[in-house]
């Protein structure tokens, strides 16, 4: 009789020993997959800060811009006059004008058929 009880209890530490090896297989999955989320999470926070950095900086180089517009055009403290802009748009035009009839009399149109 304690040859069969011998058998059931090595046949029941084996069914333990199989079990707890698929215990074991399934807790390293999960942990290879916790380390991957881990992983992946880090990839995802760092491209996101470089993002952030990026639109930061897009920010400032645009208020910069703004800025700098804002002077040329005499909005802002220290910028160009608005009639002095005026005055060069005015002078462009004319100059255009000047220059476009010069050039007439250099290069009269040709008589239509």
Not at 4 to 32: A, C, M, W
Not at 64 to 90: D, N
Request: glycine residues 8%; contains cysteine; charged residues 20%.
């Amino acid at each position: 009789m304690s040859s069969s009880r011998d058998r059931v209890e090595d046949t029941y530490e084996l069914q333990n020993d199989e079990r707890l090896e698929d215990l074991h297989s399934k807790l390293r999955t999960l942990r290879g997959v916790t380390t991957d989320i881990y992983d992946d999470v880090e990839r995802q926070n760092s491209a996101l800060d470089n993002a952030r950095d990026a639109f930061s900086s897009f920010g400032a180089s645009l208020a910069h811009s703004s800025q700098r517009a804002s002077q040329a055009f005499g909005l802002g403290p220290g910028g160009v006059k608005q009639w002095r802009t005026i005055m060069y748009c005015v002078a462009g035009l004319v100059g255009l004008w000047l220059g476009w009839n010069i050039l007439s009399w250099f290069w009269p149109s040709s008589p239509s058929p």
